[in-house]
């Protein structure tokens, strides 16, 4: 059976953008939630300036109350030194850096330039390989940018081999404002394969235009096996008016299973967790299959 890695992002690229105070414990008692339903790499938090993200201003709490469990990853963002070390300290064994393939975009959302912000990552992977930690890449803007419009396949290549030189274990290819189509996702896949392994790339789709699944699947046929996701569909950028969130964890795991493939994820319990977080934030699920499933499902009160 085909292998695919699901890598949760929901506690971080969901929560971020939330504009509504959420407690620290709401957001452990999520995590705690994805990994019981067999999630095994949880994006648990952002090591970023709280004045730019307030919501991840409790990075430092969340790592300290993590139920660690065996076997499960929780990497958070980094985005220079300073958030490395601040992780370091909080017992982050994995981080991952965040670059852009859009200049107005890495400028609105790390405040510098491309070759800037290479230039802040290559200590930060330098102090990582000295403390034993791995370092993920994103690359945001991979199809389209909020400010500059289409981002050309040749510039995403670019960027991302960058951060596979600088020793990325892996390479997450945003479409920040899920403006991909299986056409235009694939013209940058086959640019980006040309400088990493397509082994160690990553898709990371929001569904900002219904195309989201249709991405991953487009994207699996390609050869790629490990897909970031949402439960219930949280998110959306700060940087990126309109954009929603990514895609669903539920909709990924439904689509894979489809396909024969293995996420090792327990979809009901899943279900269950997207419907309890988004209980928590006071609105509807956005996975289909959660709503699909929910309506299955006989009413508590045995309506
Ligand atoms: C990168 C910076 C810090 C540059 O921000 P800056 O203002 O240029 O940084 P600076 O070095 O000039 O420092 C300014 C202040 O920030 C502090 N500072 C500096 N670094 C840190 C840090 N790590 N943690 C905490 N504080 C920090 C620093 O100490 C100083 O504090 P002050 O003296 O004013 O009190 C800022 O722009 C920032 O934090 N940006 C974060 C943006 C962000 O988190 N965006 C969302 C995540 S990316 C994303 O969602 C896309 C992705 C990954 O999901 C893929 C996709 O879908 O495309």
Same mark, same amino acid.
């Given at each position: 059976m085909e292998k695919v890695r699901i890598v949760e992002v929901g506690p971080r690229d969901g929560l971020q953008n939330e504009k509504q105070a959420i407690p620290t414990a709401t957001k452990l008692e999520l995590i705690e939630r994805l990994a019981a339903a067999g999630l095994r790499d949880i994006e648990a938090t952002s090591f970023v300036s709280p004045k730019w993200v +307030?919501?991840?201003?409790?990075h430092a709490e969340i790592m300290a109350g993590l139920q660690r469990r065996p076997g499960v990853n929780y990497p958070v963002l980094a985005p220079n030194l300073k958030g490395f070390e601040a992780a370091v300290a909080a017992g982050v064994t994995e981080v991952a850096v965040f670059a852009a393939a859009s200049e107005a975009f890495s400028q609105k959302n790390i405040n510098c330039s491309i070759a800037e912000s290479i230039n802040r990552f290559a200590p930060v992977f330098e102090a990582a390989r000295q403390h034993g930690v791995k370092v993920r890449g994103y690359v945001s @803007? $991979? $199809?389209? @940018? +909020? *400010?500059?419009g289409a981002i050309a396949p040749d510039k995403v290549a670019e960027v991302a081999a960058r951060l596979h030189d600088l020793g990325s274990y892996e390479v997450s290819l945003g479409d920040t404002i899920g403006a991909g189509t299986p056409a235009s996702v694939l013209r940058m896949l086959e640019a980006v394969a040309t400088k990493v392994p397509v082994a160690q790339l990553a898709g990371h789709y929001h569904d900002t235009y219904g195309m989201a699944a249709a991405n991953v699947y487009a994207s699996y046929q390609f050869g790629v096996r490990v897909f970031d996701s949402s439960v219930a569909g949280l998110g959306g950028c +700060? *940087?990126?008016?309109?954009a929603t969130g990514n895609v669903a964890t539920e909709d990924v795991v439904y689509l894979l299973q489809g396909l024969g493939?293995?996420?090792? $994820?327990?979809l009901q319990r899943l279900v269950d967790c997207g419907a309890w977080i988004s209980e928590q934030l006071g609105r509807a699920p956005q996975s289909r299959v959660t709503r699909a499933l929910l309506a299955k499902q006989p009413a508590a009160n045995g309506a």
């Open positions: +307030p919501q991840m201003a409790d @803007c $991979v $199809v389209a @940018c +909020p *400010y500059d +700060p *940087y990126a008016k309109g493939a293995d996420t090792g $994820v327990d």
